[in-house]
């Protein structure tokens, strides 16, 4: 039987109270931080996925702070839109009431100094800035007005000054959401009223002609107009025998319809009225015109000018309301194709927000299934490590005590 030592009795029980002493540590420790992982060596691979289920719930936090920042930018531009498109339903109820055939000069004018605040309004909401003093709807440009206005320019005196860029904020791991829309799709791109030229006639002893059905006109437009060849664009009228129109196009030669005619009474050619005075060989031209574009401030800005012109004829007048009446109708639409793809935007946002609380739940179990402490099993632990410890001390004070001089 091998001999133990003072020394090694004392070794021994000195490191089991140690040990002991150290694992109750542990225990305690667990109890009070309420994490079962101290260090990765008590359990290597739980140690990296609570590593790595941090790193993903510090993501989902922050697509959580990029959603709340794309929502608030869509709920602001989508403020902005509704306040723009009630602006234009009031302009074009004035439009509508200047077309009244009682009003003299001085009730268009008041009119036109109401048209002339909303179009301020406008313009204002097209340059509408965010917290960060930036323009929400110039783009890239963003530090710089989206539109700028010029009262001296010869052409526009309303421009858009920034570019067709949008922003994209990531929401999640694959996605990213369009964070704002461009002043130059919403506002710049919106056709003006299509309309034509009567370019020239030949024995003619008159001739007169306004588009009296521009649904109609507009549909002969979009099928006949060449952007490519100019010539494709003219048309020449010729009265021929058996009282009729024959109206051919220049660049082709090809005939595109006949209209019956009497000299000096209105015919209407695909929504154009024309009223001729002439006979048998007369000729007449007119032309497509090229599509224009026009923001919305510049439509309401045209008829401002208008209302204010003076001396109106009827025709003329007619003419400035339905140019500006088409122009806010096509605005409307614009609005309205922004306003849905918001909407869009909003709902997807909500969706993926709702999403990542659900992944970041999940994340945070398993998280909690790997390092949280078992409070019931810490316990009885505790109770059976402190145990083990009162057992070493008893052992060694009983173990040390040992002398032959006891027995002496």
Do not use: C, W
């Amino acid at each position: 039987m091998a001999r133990i030592s003072t020394n090694q009795l004392y070794d021994r029980s000195i490191n089991t109270i140690t040990q002991n002493q150290g694992t109750l540590s542990d225990v305690q420790q667990q109890l009070s931080s309420g994490k079962k992982l101290l260090r990765p060596s008590d359990d290597p691979v739980g140690a990296a996925q609570v590593v790595r289920l941090t790193e993903d719930l510090d993501k989902i936090t922050q697509y959580k702070r990029n959603n709340d920042l794309l929502t608030n930018s869509l709920q602001q531009e989508e403020v902005v839109l509704s306040n723009i498109n009630d602006a234009l339903d009031k302009a074009r109820q004035l439009m509508i009431q200047s077309g009244n055939g009682v009003y003299d000069e001085s009730d268009l004018e008041a009119i036109g100094i109401e048209i002339g605040a909303i179009r301020d309004e406008v313009f204002s909401l097209m340059n509408t800035q965010n917290s960060n003093g930036e323009y929400i709807f110039a783009g890239y440009q963003s530090q710089t007005e989206a539109f700028t206005y010029n009262p001296s320019a010869t052409g526009e005196k309303y421009t858009f000054s920034g570019d067709d860029g949008v922003k994209q904020i990531q929401v999640s791991d694959a996605l990213n959401i369009q964070a704002n829309s461009s002043g130059k799709t919403v506002f710049e791109n919106v056709l003006a009223r299509l309309n034509f030229t009567v370019s020239g006639d030949s024995g003619l002893e008159s001739i007169s002609s306004v588009i009296t059905e521009q649904a109609a006109f507009d549909k002969f437009h979009e099928n006949n107009y060449d952007a490519v060849t100019p010539a494709n664009n003219q048309f020449q009228a010729t009265i021929i025998a058996g009282n009729q129109v024959q109206i051919d196009n220049v660049g082709t030669g090809e005939t595109i319809g006949t209209v019956n005619f009497t000299s000096g009474e209105p015919f209407v050619f695909n929504g154009i009225e024309f009223n001729v005075e002439g006979s048998v060989g007369d000729t007449f031209d007119f032309e497509l015109n090229k599509p224009e574009k026009n923001n919305i401030a510049e439509t309401l800005n045209n008829f401002y000018v208008a209302l204010n012109a003076g001396d109106l004829s009827d025709k003329e007048l007619s003419e400035a309301i339905a140019d500006a009446l088409i122009g806010i109708d096509n605005g409307s639409k614009s609005l309205a194709n922004a306003t849905s793809s918001l909407g869009g935007r909003l709902n997807v946002a909500e969706s993926v927000y709702e999403s990542n609380l659900d992944l970041e739940i999940a994340n945070k179990t398993a998280r909690a299934n790997i390092e949280d402490v078992d409070y019931a099993e810490a316990i009885s632990e505790l109770s059976k490590q402190e145990t083990a410890l009162q057992a070493a001390q008893a052992t060694f004070s009983r173990v040390t005590g040992l002398t032959l001089f006891d027995y002496i």
